[in-house]
Structure formats: structure tokens, C-alpha cells
């Protein structure tokens, strides 16, 4: 019981910093699931049966403007997915913060991670469920040859 005393004792003496870490925790969490949400939610069934094309949304636009958009969006995906490796080993949404990174990230093989973590028969189930709910169809992996016709 001795180890514990002073661990009491710093959390009694440091009230403030312990409330702003949860509330920087809560915020982050919520943050964190709605942005997979409307990711998860806005991105067409079958985004992953297609070759990836980097930049193709942003191809008419001003040069400066286009390398703007492509830096921020690298520096936010660093950001979420150095969030993510934190928040696999403490309290958070780790997988869904680092699929976020990768997602915003242009780096090479990061689709294959990307179709890698989806599959995942619970993450699967768990993103379908979140896409039904807001009235999408499931996400699809592969074109049936059917369905290219």
C-alpha cells in the first residue's frame, strides 16, 4: 500500500491538470468517432474495389491551392494517426483514430493497410453497421464482373 500513497497524494495536489486530461480525452474520443462516422459514412461502397487515384478531386484546382489542401491533409492524417498508436495502449478509439491517419496520409501501400484493418470481420461488421444506419449500402472489396457491366 505504500507505492499508492503518493500517487494519491500527486492526484490531490494536481486536481486541475487530472480533470483537463479526461476532458482532453473526452473530447478527443468524440472527435475522433464522429470524423470515422462521417468518413465511414461519405465514402462510396465500393472505394476499395477501385485503384487508388491520389489528388484526382482536386485536379482543376490552383496549383498553390492544391498543395495547400495536400499538406494539411497529411499533417492532420500524422496527427490522428499518431493519436491512434497512443490511444491503442491507453483509453481511446486507437483503430479508428489510425484508419483515419492512413486514410488522410499519401503514402505508399497505405491501401493495402487500409482494406488490411477493414476486413477485419469485427471492424467490418462495426462499419457496415454505422453505414446502414445512416442509409448506406455496405462496403465492397471487389467487383463482381456483374457488376462492371
Known amino acids: 500500500m505504500t507505492f499508492v500513497e503518493p500517487l494519491f497524494d500527486y492526484a490531490r495536489s494536481h486536481v486541475s491538470l487530472l480533470v483537463a486530461s ?9 472527435v ?6 462521417y468518413y465511414l459514412v461519405s465514402i ?8 487508388h487515384r491520389p489528388l484526382a478531386a482536386w485536379q482543376g484546382s490552383h496549383p498553390a491551392r492544391r498543395w495547400a489542401l495536400l499538406v494539411a491533409k497529411n ?5 490522428f494517426l499518431a493519436a491512434g498508436l497512443v ?7 486507437g483503430w479508428i483514430a489510425l484508419l483515419l491517419g492512413l486514410y488522410l496520409l499519401d503514402i505508399p501501400g497505405k491501401r493495402a493497410v487500409e482494406r488490411r484493418i477493414l476486413q477485419r470481420p469485427a471492424i467490418l461488421r ?14 465492397v472489396f471487389e467487383l ?3 457488376a462492371v457491366r
Open 126 to 139: 462495426l462499419v457496415n453497421r454505422v453505414r446502414a444506419g445512416a442509409g448506406q449500402p455496405p462496403l
Open 32 to 37: 475522433t468517432l464522429w470524423v470515422a462516422r
Open 87 to 93: 490511444m491503442l495502449v491507453t483509453p481511446g478509439s
Open 144 to 146: 463482381h464482373a456483374a
Open 44 to 51: 462510396p461502397a465500393d472505394y476499395f474495389a477501385h485503384p
Open 22 to 30: 479526461v476532458a482532453v480525452w473526452i473530447v478527443s474520443v468524440v
Open 75 to 79: 499533417v492532420l492524417g500524422a496527427v
